[in-house]
Structures are given as structure tokens and as C-alpha cells.
């Protein structure tokens, strides 16, 4: 009887748990935005059993080009029952503009579920490639660096920050990453953001699920108005990707590929901040804060220290103001304050607080009045300035030697009587001399100047035949331009030698982008292959190619390997010399 009591009690907790969430339809869609040669996904799914007579919209403005596909899933997790019934469409668009997809409706427990309204935006037919599965293309589609901005209009000196994601789809596998050319923060205070691992996420890029990792986030406050740029992070990404065809046991076959991917170059326009109402004493503090000035002492002894403490504190670009500064008496001598910040940098901005702290040491009795010190800063979310005023603050010296002071109504006129003698000291006589004085006229210097011209005559003709002999020189004026050059492109990696990643990623920066000058086109946008062929249509011979490729074969492997600063060196001249070569040719 207990067993029998006890299986009904399991029972009807799992049909409460069952009935516990209510009955959807909902609905599914890959993207919401798309060519009008592309395709999407529609799926239409209910979380209850016993749900029947499924009735479609009608795709009026798309073509069904397969569909519907049926699929039913049940799992119990934890005690909980999750049931899914789907039924999903592969649609086309007839053409472009908002179109709308009408609900779906489904019969369950004698009632009527019907799914929301989706909207699709259809655009103007994309690029497709004749082979679709080109791992190329797959790649463009599947993967995406992307930079996300906070604000894009911030005021000078409100904090922003930057977050660099990966967004890659669910059938493309990456293998390795490493970044190639960080971005630049030109007009900005920057402080990059800790990263605590790279735990992969779930979200949208235009209107698709993807697996997102974020790369890198850093704070940026800017320091001036106008536009300032934002250029892009690059990454060098091995992935596996999807070749469309199958092995013999049915498993899908992925070549891999290496790929340069870039994320788009982010433009901030920062507003100044406003003059109506602006105080004398701002200094440029922008956010919202507190404002204190404390006393460590008020009574103590002549010669005996006291100390006042003025901090800010709260959230905002701590690091980019000054502080005011306390004014004391004369009798109190007051040393230079020491410094003192406790500030952390997060996602959400600048927080913590900064002080001064300053020494004060009275020379006499006595009880002296510190003023009030006052604090203006400008908060953006309000959009107005604020003012924090202290009170005033007394030290009274108990102990010391007293303040001798002059008092004036103890002084007695005194009248002024001629003694005859005022001006015994003015001299009444002078004595006159000639000054002697030597003429430049023929002089020793007015002839070395007169003949100096006719002696530069054979200097300069010497060194016009040396100048013409060495512009007669094609081949060693090629040389000497060349060398000039690859000096002048070589520059940033020179300066990282014996650092091994800053190194070689200066070198490989700098092979591109003389080719880039030289050619008139990203080259770090394409694979090695397209600049073998770009050099090769250039008439470029075949031994100076290979060494230009195995100058960046060898940047990419010497990352992962451990590097000598002599073997630095030498790719440092190899590098050299093959820039001077090509510049012979191109």
C-alpha cells in the first residue's frame, strides 16, 4: 500500500511539473535581414504533446524551396519533462523591401496557439561565388570580427569603451587565432580592459545566431573634438571549414585555411564641453563624484604636524583632471602633498578616488583659519556642471612662541632738517679722453672676406663634378634610393629587436605595407598565392619572389618557436635586402 501511495505521489508531481508551463507556439527564424538571392530558415515549434492540425502562414511574398520538416524531441532534465514539436521552412524571397510573415496556428486542448508576426527585410542580391562551397566564401559568410562601440557620441572626457568580438557559426570550427595588428586609439586615454579567459557565448550578428568570443576590450576617453578614428583590429584565424563533400562513413570533410579577417574601422565624433554655466575652477573633471577636505589634527603644538586630506572620489576620468589646491595661512608652513590613487578600471568605467595629502607645520600660537576649498566637475548623463564647496577649517596651536606683530600708532613723526651736507658726493668736474678706434677698412679681415669667394670657385666646382659622376651612376643611385627605403619601412622592427612578437609582427607590417605603396592595394587583405601573382604579373623574378614569400613564411613561424636575437638580426637584413631588390624592379 506504501509503494502504491508513494508511485501516485510521483505521478501527479510529474504531471503538476508537465502542466507547469504553458502551451506556445513560437517561432524561429536564421536571419532577418538578407539578398534577395539569399535563403532562410523558418521554423515553427510547441512545447506541448498532443498539439495537431499545424496550419503554415501563407508565404505570400516568398517561395517554399523545401519544406515542411517535421522533428520531435523529448528530455527529462533534473524531474523536468521538455517536449518540442517543430515544423521548419527553407524560404526564398520573391522581392525586395519589409515583407511580413503572417502567424501560424496549431489546435491544443480544444483551443487555437498561434505563433507572433515576423518581419524580414529583403535587400538588394548579394555576391554569391559559382561554387558555394568555396572555403573562401564559406569563411566571408560564417565568421566575423566585429568592433562594438558603447557610445559614438560621447562628451570630451566621458569614458567609453570598445569590445572586439569573434562571432563564428555553428558549422565552422577555428583552430587558432593570433592577432596581427592591434588597433590604434589616437585622441584617447586608453586603458585596456582584463579579461578573465575567453568563455564562448550565444548571440546575434545581424539577425543570426552565432558562438561569440570577446578578444579585447579596452576604456576610452576622449581628449579632444572632431572625428577621430578608430582603426581596425586584424587577426590571422585557422579554420576548419566545411568542403561539402563525404567520406566513405558519411562524415563531412573540412580543409582548413588560414584567413586574415578585419574588423571595421569605428568613427567617434566627441562633443566639447558646454560654456553655459562653466565655473572658473573646472579643470576637467567629467562624470559624478564626491568631494572632501579633512583635517588629521585641529589642536597640537608648535613645530608638531598635522596633515589635510583632500580626496575626490566616485566614477569618471580620475586619472585627467587636477585637483584644487588648499590655501593656509602664512604663520602655518605647508609642504608639496603627496599623491595618493586607488582607482580600478572595468567595463563600466574609471571608479575610486584620488587625494592630495598635505603637511602642515605651525610656527606660532595661535588659532588660524583654513578656506574653504571648492570642486567643479561636469556629469554627461544630467548634462550640467556641479560645484561642491567645504567649510572652513580651524588649527589652533596650543603651545609655541607668540606672533610678534608692528603696531603702527606707537610711531611718532619726525621732522626733516637740512644739514647742509645732502650732496657732497656729486661730482662737479670731468676729464675727457680720446677713444682709440681701429678702422675695418683694409684691414686683415676686410681682405681674407674680399678673397674668400675666389677661393670657394675651385671647391664648388669639385664638388659639382663629384655630384654629377655620382647622379651618372643609375645602378648605384637605384641602390642608394632603395636602401633609403627599406630603411625608412623597416624602421618599427629595428626598434623591436630582441622582442620577439613585437618583432616580427613590425616586419611583417612593414613588407606590406611598402607593397601596399608601391602597388596601390591592401595586400594584407590576400593570401600569399594572390602575391606571388600580383609579383609575378609585375615582371618580378621568380628567386626575388621566394624570398619576399619566405620572409613572411618565416614571421608567421618564428611567433610559435623559440628565437635567438641573432637569427632576429639576420631576418632583419634578409628582409632588407629583399625589399631593396624588389624596389630595383618594381
Not at 393 to 399: K, M, P
Amino acid at each position: 500500500m506504501k509503494l502504491k501511495f508513494y508511485i501516485s505521489i510521483i505521478i501527479s508531481l510529474l504531471t503538476l511539473t508537465s502542466f507547469a508551463q504553458s502551451a506556445e507556439l513560437k517561432v524561429n527564424i536564421s536571419k532577418n535581414k538578407l539578398g534577395l538571392n539569399q535563403r532562410l530558415k523558418i521554423e515553427f515549434s510547441v512545447n506541448k504533446q498532443g498539439a495537431d492540425n499545424f496550419k503554415p502562414p501563407k508565404f505570400t511574398n516568398f517561395k517554399v524551396v523545401a519544406g515542411p520538416s517535421q522533428a520531435v524531441s523529448q528530455s527529462w532534465i533534473n524531474g523536468k519533462v521538455k517536449f518540442s514539436q517543430s515544423y521548419s521552412y527553407i524560404l526564398q524571397p520573391k522581392k525586395k523591401g519589409e515583407l511580413i510573415i503572417n502567424p501560424a496556428s496549431i489546435q491544443y486542448n480544444g483551443g487555437t496557439l498561434k505563433s507572433k508576426t515576423l518581419k524580414v527585410i529583403v535587400l538588394d542580391p548579394v555576391d554569391v561565388p559559382d561554387n558555394p562551397n568555396d572555403p573562401n566564401y564559406i569563411a566571408d559568410q560564417n565568421i566575423h570580427l566585429v568592433a562594438e562601440i558603447s557610445k559614438s557620441r560621447p562628451y570630451v572626457g566621458e569614458g567609453i569603451y570598445v569590445e572586439y568580438r569573434l562571432y563564428v557559426s555553428e558549422n565552422i570550427s577555428v583552430y587558432d587565432t593570433s592577432v596581427t595588428e592591434s588597433p590604434q586609439y589616437n585622441g584617447f586615454w586608453n586603458q585596456e580592459i582584463k579579461i578573465n579567459g575567453f568563455p564562448v557565448k550565444m548571440g546575434k550578428y545581424n539577425g543570426e545566431k552565432y558562438r561569440y568570443i570577446v578578444l579585447q576590450k579596452a576604456l576610452l576617453i576622449p581628449t579632444k573634438t572632431g572625428k577621430l578614428t578608430i582603426d581596425p583590429m586584424k587577426m590571422d584565424i585557422v579554420i576548419g571549414v566545411p568542403t561539402g563533400r563525404a567520406d566513405f562513413f558519411g562524415n563531412v570533410i573540412t580543409k582548413n585555411i588560414r584567413r586574415e579577417f578585419a574588423s571595421a574601422k569605428k568613427v567617434i565624433s566627441p562633443k566639447s564641453l558646454p560654456l553655459e554655466n562653466k565655473p572658473e575652477n573646472f579643470t576637467g573633471a567629467v562624470g559624478k563624484f564626491k568631494f572632501d577636505v579633512s583635517l588629521s589634527k585641529n589642536s597640537l603644538k608648535a613645530n608638531e604636524s598635522s596633515q589635510i586630506k583632500l580626496s575626490v572620489s566616485g566614477k569618471g576620468n580620475l586619472k585627467l583632471f587636477e585637483l584644487p589646491t588648499v590655501e593656509t595661512p602664512a604663520e602655518l608652513e605647508i609642504y608639496q602633498p603627496e599623491r595618493k590613487e586607488s582607482v580600478r578600471v572595468a567595463s563600466n568605467g574609471i571608479s575610486g578616488s584620488v587625494s592630495d595629502l598635505y603637511t602642515v607645520v605651525p610656527q606660532y600660537k595661535g588659532k588660524y583659519k583654513i578656506p574653504s576649498t571648492s570642486f567643479s566637475y561636469f556629469n554627461p548623463s544630467e548634462e550640467k556642471y556641479h560645484t561642491i564647496s567645504t567649510d572652513n577649517l580651524f588649527v589652533e596651536v596650543l603651545e609655541g612662541k607668540e606672533l610678534i606683530t608692528n603696531n603702527s600708532n606707537n610711531l611718532e613723526k619726525q621732522a626733516v632738517t637740512s644739514s647742509g651736507k645732502n650732496f657732497r658726493y656729486i661730482q662737479t668736474k670731468s676729464n675727457f679722453e680720446t677713444k682709440e678706434n681701429s678702422d675695418f677698412y683694409k684691414s686683415y679681415l676686410f681682405y681674407l672676406l674680399l678673397l674668400l669667394p675666389l677661393a670657394t670657385i675651385p671647391i664648388g666646382i669639385f664638388i659639382a663634378k663629384k655630384n654629377e659622376a655620382r647622379n651618372g651612376d643609375v645602378v648605384g643611385k637605384k641602390q642608394r634610393k632603395a636602401e633609403k627605403l627599406a630603411k625608412k619601412y623597416l624602421s618599427e622592427a629595428q626598434k623591436q629587436l630582441g622582442k620577439k612578437e613585437a618583432f616580427y609582427e613590425a616586419l611583417e607590417r612593414a613588407l606590406h605595407n611598402y607593397l601596399k605603396a608601391k602597388l596601390g592595394i591592401e595586400i594584407a587583405d590576400i593570401s600569399k598565392e594572390k602575391i606571388t601573382q600580383i609579383l609575378q604579373q609585375k615582371s618580378v623574378d621568380e628567386t626575388t619572389i621566394h624570398q619576399f614569400i619566405d620572409v613572411l613564411k618565416a614571421s608567421d613561424f618564428a611567433r610559435y618557436t623559440p628565437i635567438t636575437d641573432t637569427e632576429m638580426k639576420q631576418e632583419f637584413e634578409r628582409a632588407k635586402q629583399v625589399i631593396v631588390q624588389l624596389d630595383k624592379q618594381l
